[in-house]
């Protein structure tokens, strides 16, 4: 069965500096990749994917992250984290029909 | 946008009690989901529908049931409540069409459920 891995459940950095969020999945055949973005109050947003070609993939509000095979990662990174980036974000691996997410991490930006 | 809909923000209930959780959405899509999510376990898939009055188990049904007599309309029931069900639960949808490569969960904003 597939899952995935955030190894840290909270990160604080401060604004303008860069981050670097970690995602290990584990699954059998080529994985679907995605990372989505809870804020405050809100319902879970997709920030981006990966399905085929690219390993580096580009998402909305200037984040990006890189598919590793060979590490079986898939983390998540900004060049410069703006305070409107505290949120919780999960990583999460598509088997099928389900969608199987990590844990999550809290990222907390300080001014 | 599309339009993911539940009915409740926060509900608080009574050990025993059945409950339902209602979610709409507006944008005719097929796939509807029904998620947990508890702090440091992330989201935990408890029950999906790809159809009318068609559902799929996920990882976590035990407890739960659900409800699609409607293509917008998805419905969670907890027969009898327990105080391991208080959690945030959230629906989503999505669609098929275009392709997996295309597909999209939405979800909706979450009802915070706390069983006394």
Request: proline share 4%.
């Amino acid at each position: 069965a597939q899952s995935v891995t955030q190894p840290d459940i909270h990160i604080t950095v401060s604004e303008g500096a860069s981050l670097e969020l970690r995602c290990n999945y584990s699954y059998g055949a080529t994985p679907y990749l995605f990372w989505y973005v809870q804020s405050p109050g809100q319902g879970l947003q997709l920030l981006l994917k990966y399905f085929s070609g690219d390993t580096l993939v580009q998402g909305i509000k200037g984040f990006e992250a890189e598919f590793k095979r060979s590490q079986s990662s898939f983390n998540l990174r900004k060049p410069s984290v703006h305070w409107s980036d505290a949120a919780e974000y999960f990583c999460a691996v598509r088997a099928g029909n389900m969608l199987t997410f990590g844990g999550g991490t809290r990222l907390m930006v300080k001014p | 946008d599309v339009k993911v809909t539940q009915s409740s923000r926060y509900l608080v209930k009574r050990t025993g009690e059945k409950v339902f959780l209602e979610c709409v959405q507006d944008m005719d899509h097929e796939n509807m989901f029904w998620y947990r999510q508890d702090p440091g376990l992330g989201l935990r898939l408890i029950y999906f529908s790809y159809d009318v009055k068609m559902k799929e188990k996920g990882d976590i049904p035990e407890g739960y049931s659900v409800s699609r007599e409607k293509k917008e309309r998805f419905s969670l029931i907890l027969e009898s409540a327990s105080t391991n069900q208080t959690s945030m639960y959230l629906c989503a949808s999505s669609s098929p069409a275009g392709g997996r490569a295309n597909e999209k969960l939405f979800f909706g904003s979450g009802t915070q459920l706390s069983v006394l």
